[in-house]
Each structure stands twice: as structure tokens, then as C-alpha cells.
């Protein structure tokens, strides 16, 4: 329950979350019906958003995680991608999907998919919880295959989403004031 001390203000609540990472999630398992799936989530921001969504996608799937690093301890992204931990799984020839908790910019996003392009998989597409579409550099060209929420460009904080480390734990998405 949202305080009146407490440092933000609910956007998206839990039961909003729940409901759209379903239809996700049927979405998903439509297109990848018969092929060969393995879901990438970038860490930490996605780990909540990931496992909700994996449960939700009813074909067998595999699944990886690279920790990527743009924000440091700041609200901004410096730019600067750097990968901390690559996928272990092989994915030649086979079907990608990125899982994000939000995408603004694109700059991380498009190092990402010229990054896993490289291990030659028969496809790479999109899935993100958040798309601050008002935030996106024109010079990064990104289609989103799978959003959750369209949100605007102000600082989001829960469910997995934080500022220096903490807050990740909130069951729904807010704004930090």
C-alpha cells in the first residue's frame, strides 16, 4: 500500500502487470508454436518481468541472462555499454527473444541485438515490460515485437526496476518522486 512518506507514486499496479504479462505471454507462445525458443533476459532489471513471463509461455523454452551495465548509479544512461555476463547457451539457429524491463533510448538495446546477431540465430525479436517511446534516439531503429506498457519519461522505479539497487522489490511499477 502506497504511503503518503514513501518516494513514488504507483503507475502500473500489480493486477495491471499481471493481466498484460498474460496476453503476453499467449502472444508468444502463438508465434513460437513448433520452433526453437530461447528467451534472453538482461539483468537485474528484468528478472521479476522474466519469470512471470516464461510461466506465462506455454511451449517449452529455454532460457539465458546477460547482465549489461549503461546506468551505473545515475538516472541517466552514460552511453557506454558495457557486458558484464554473456549467454552461456548455444543459439545458432535458433529463435531469440530479449526480455527487458524498459527500453528508452534504444543505444543498449540495438548494442544487444547487433551483440547476439553475431551467434547466428535464426531470429532476434523484442519483448519489454516498459517502452518510453518519447525517450528513443531516431539514430537507433527498434522495433518492440512484445510491449507490456507504453510509459512516459519519468524516472520508474519497482518490479524489478530501481535507482541504486533498491526498490526492485515493489510488486507493481512507480514513479520515483
Keep these: ?41 538482461i539483468l537485474k532489471g528484468s528478472v521479476l518481468f522474466m519469470a512471470d513471463l516464461i510461466r506465462e509461455i506455454k511451449l517449452p523454452a529455454e532460457m539465458d541472462f546477460m547482465t549489461v551495465s549503461s546506468y551505473g548509479n545515475s538516472i541517466k544512461s552514460s ?18 527473444l530479449i526480455v527487458e524491463d524498459i527500453i528508452d533510448t534504444g543505444t543498449t538495446l540495438s548494442f544487444l541485438i547487433d551483440h547476439l546477431s553475431l551467434k547466428d540465430p535464426l531470429s532476434v525479436k523484442i519483448c519489454s515490460l516498459l517502452d518510453k517511446k518519447s525517450a528513443r534516439n531516431p539514430a ?28 526492485r522489490n515493489l510488486p507493481f511499477i512507480a514513479e520515483l518522486k
Design 140 to 167: 537507433h531503429d527498434i522495433n518492440i515485437d512484445y510491449s507490456g506498457f507504453d510509459v512516459p519519461e519519468k524516472f520508474l522505479i519497482g518490479y524489478g526496476l530501481d535507482y541504486q539497487e533498491k526498490y
Design 1 to 41: 500500500m502506497l504511503k503518503i512518506n514513501e518516494p513514488y507514486k504507483i503507475v502500473i499496479t500489480e493486477d495491471q502487470l499481471k493481466k498484460r504479462i498474460s496476453e503476453l505471454g499467449r502472444r508468444i507462445t502463438a508465434d513460437y508454436n513448433g520452433r526453437d525458443l530461447v528467451a534472453v533476459g
Design 79 to 96: 552511453g557506454n555499454i558495457k557486458i558484464i555476463n554473456d549467454i552461456t547457451l548455444p543459439v545458432k539457429g535458433k529463435d531469440l
